[in-house]
Structures are given as C-alpha cells and as structure tokens.
C-alpha cells in the first residue's frame, strides 16, 4: 500500500518502460506523482516505440 511506504513491485512480464510509468504513478506524496498530461505523453511514446516483448511461453 503506498500510504504504508511499499513500494510497487515489478510483475515479471512488465516491460521496464510500463514500470517506470507505474511508479510515477504511485508516489507516496500526491505532488510527487505524474500528472496526467504526463501520463498520457509516455502512453503515447509507449504506443508509437512499443517495449520489445519475449513470448516466455515458448
């Protein structure tokens, strides 16, 4: 929980650029977390330069 201190770990799938996302998105201190036109210009660069992906299940 992030009121707690935890800090948001990284699911073994999550691409390092989504994580990154996540985190700045779950900062402790309201101030400190992303604000949505940021949020949504990382998206965006996500979507047009998508994170190389391993299929694990082959």
């Known amino acids: 929980c992030i009121t ?3 800090e948001l770990e990284r699911p073994r ?3 390092k650029e989504v994580h990154l996302l996540m985190q ?5 201190e309201p101030q400190q977390r ?3 036109k940021d949020i949504y ?3 965006v660069a996500l979507v047009k ?3 190389v992906y391993l299929d694990i299940l082959e």
């Not at 700045?24 to 402790?28: D, E, V």
């Open 4 to 6: 707690q201190g935890r």
């Open 49 to 51: 330069n998508p994170p």
């Open 34 to 36: 992303l604000v949505i």
């Open 41 to 43: 210009n990382r998206l």
């Open 24 to 28: 700045g998105c779950w900062q402790r």
């Open 13 to 15: 799938t999550c691409p």
